[in-house]
Structures are given as C-alpha cells and as structure tokens.
C-alpha cells in the first residue's frame, strides 16, 4: 500500500528564512503528489501538485516542489518564508480517487 | 470562491451515541469524501461517495459508518454508536469529477469530541 512520510513534525523559523519540508513515498511505479496547507481555523488548500513532466514544480505563494524519484522525495521548498506562512503542510499521495496524506508539519515563523 | 461548508465545526458527544455530521459541498460537485484526523496522527481516508453510492470505503470505514446524500445539498457521515476512538477531526471535501486531475475541495472540519 502506497504511504507518505513527513519527518519535520515542527520547523520554526525566522522571517526571511528559507524553508525545506521534507516528504518520501512508498510507491515505486507512477505516483502523482501533493501538497496541502492548513492555515490556522482554515481549511485544507491545494499549494501545489506533480503528475509528469518537469519534476520541479511551482505552486501559488512562492512554494515549489522538487519530485526525485531516485530518493522517492517530493520535498516543499520556499526560498524566503513569511509569517503569515504559519500553518500545517500535509504532502499526499494520490491513489484511485482518495488521498492518502502525510502526518503533517507544522511550521511556526516568527517576525 | 465556493466552499465546502461543514456543520457544526464542534460536536461533543457522550459514548454509544449516534452522531451525524453535515456537509454541504460545491453545488456543481459530483464526488464527495470523508477523511479523519485523530489528534497528531495522519489525515485519513474513510469513504468516497458518486452517484448516490460509496465508490470506495477505508478499513475505517466499519459498520459503524454510514453516509447519505439525504438531498440535492447535503452529504452526511453518520456514526452509529460513537466509541471514545472515534474522537478527531472529519473532513468532507468535493471534486467536480473522480480522477487525479480533479482537486479535492475541503471544508473547515468537524472536530468530534466523545466523553
């Protein structure tokens, strides 16, 4: 059965900081991937998601993801984060019709 | 933008009792779901619905559960008799279609708490 890890359950950070969130899959054949971000009191939003083609993906609010499937990653990446960054990211598999999501990180900037 | 509305966003329940928990999803949305989150564990798949039936259901997913699109608005999780387990926080979300290419719209969540 395909599975996400998410190993950073807590990052903080400083505004301005760059921010690397890790993900790996289980799944060796064709994964398409997400990632999802909860704001405080929010609901989960689409940031970003690779189905083929170039493995690095850009998403809305500056985030970017790097698909390497050698290493089964598909960490998030933001080169200068801000506080109202502040939230919990989810990375997910998709698998006929359902997601299947990671434990989630929670990211914490502080101004 | 449309949303995925989820009511009540908190329910507190005594143990044995039923509970429904309400969702109203995109109007123009054909597929709806639930997933659950227990507190600092994973956001997990129960059921997909389309067509008035569950196309998919997770080993969550017992007995216990059902779900019913009652009208042309509402889609519901219903749990018979709540175990003390049964406490997290449910999701419902839509899609327009089924397939990877459809995003999955979530609401706010129900967070279910059993005394």
């Known amino acids: 059965a395909q599975s996400v890890s998410q190993h950073n359950h807590h990052v903080i950070l400083s505004e301005a900081a760059s921010l690397e969130l890790g993900c790996n899959y289980s799944?060796?054949?064709?994964?398409?991937l997400f990632w999802y971000v909860q704001y405080p009191g929010q609901h989960l939003q689409l940031l970003l998601k690779?189905?083929?083609?170039?493995?690095l993906v850009k998403g809305i609010k500056g985030f970017e993801a790097e698909f390497i499937k050698s290493k089964f990653s598909f960490n998030l990446r933001k080169p200068s984060v801000q506080w109202s960054d502040t939230a919990e990211y989810f990375c997910a598999v998709y698998n006929t019709d359902k997601l299947i999501f990671g434990t989630g990180t929670r990211l914490q900037v502080f101004p | 933008e449309p949303e995925v509305t989820q009511t009540p966003s908190h329910q507190v329940t005594q143990m044995g009792q039923e509970v429904i928990l309400r969702c109203v999803p995109i109007?123009?949305?054909?597929?709806f779901y639930w997933y659950r989150q227990i507190l600092g564990q994973k956001v997990e798949f129960l059921v997909s619905?389309?067509?008035?039936?569950?196309?998919?259901k997770s080993e969550i997913f017992d007995d216990q559960f059902s779900v019913e699109r009652p009208d042309g608005s509402n889609f519901t999780l219903k749990i018979r008799s709540t175990k003390l387990e049964d406490s997290a926080m449910y999701f419902c979300?839509?899609?327009?279609?089924?397939?990877?290419?459809?995003?999955?719209?979530f609401g706010d969540g129900t967070r279910l708490s059993i005394l």
């Open positions: 109007s123009n949305h054909l597929y």
């Open positions: 690779y189905f083929s083609g170039d493995p």
């Open positions: 619905f389309y067509n008035n039936e569950i196309s998919e």
């Open positions: 979300a839509s899609s327009e279609f089924g397939g990877l290419n459809q995003p999955q719209h």
């Open positions: 799944y060796g054949g064709t994964v398409n």
